[in-house]
């Protein structure tokens, strides 16, 4: 059993930029975030583990993820975000078994889930 927790969410205004963390239980290799809006399917934003990465086209060169020196802890940095961008973010997580990590656009792909840190960006 894992739990994680996000953190970081905010309102911001465009242009600007947020820092979300997510702490696991214990160390998990594979890491992803998704995001959801109101009246909206849940998306895969970004995906890192065993050295493969994913980010959605919608955020392509603004956003990033990094490791924590402890490494239970997943970052997503975003930058230059977007009102397009405001939803709720949701970190998740499997453990590898062996194989490559999934891409981040699957939801069904991942175990566990955070409870979600809301993103809001006004124009």
């Known amino acids: 059993q894992v739990q994680l927790v996000e953190s970081g969410g905010g309102s911001v205004q465009a242009g600007g930029s947020l820092r979300l963390a997510c702490v696991a239980s214990r160390y998990i290799a594979c890491t992803a975030w998704f995001r959801q809006a109101p009246g909206q399917e849940r998306e895969g934003v970004a995906a890192?583990?065993?050295?493969?990465?994913f980010f959605a086209d919608s955020v392509k060169g603004r956003f990033n993820v990094s490791r924590g020196n402890a490494k239970r802890t997943t970052y997503l940095h975003l930058s230059s975000l977007k009102p397009e961008d405001t939803a709720m973010y949701y970190c998740?997580?499997?453990?590898?078994?062996?194989?490559?990590?999934?891409?981040?656009?699957?939801?069904?792909?991942?175990?566990?889930w955070g409870q979600g840190t809301q993103v809001t960006v006004s124009s």
């Open positions: 998740a997580a499997k453990f590898p078994f062996g194989s490559p990590c999934p891409r981040g656009d699957h939801t069904a792909a991942y175990t566990y």
């Open positions: 890192s583990g065993q050295g493969t990465t």
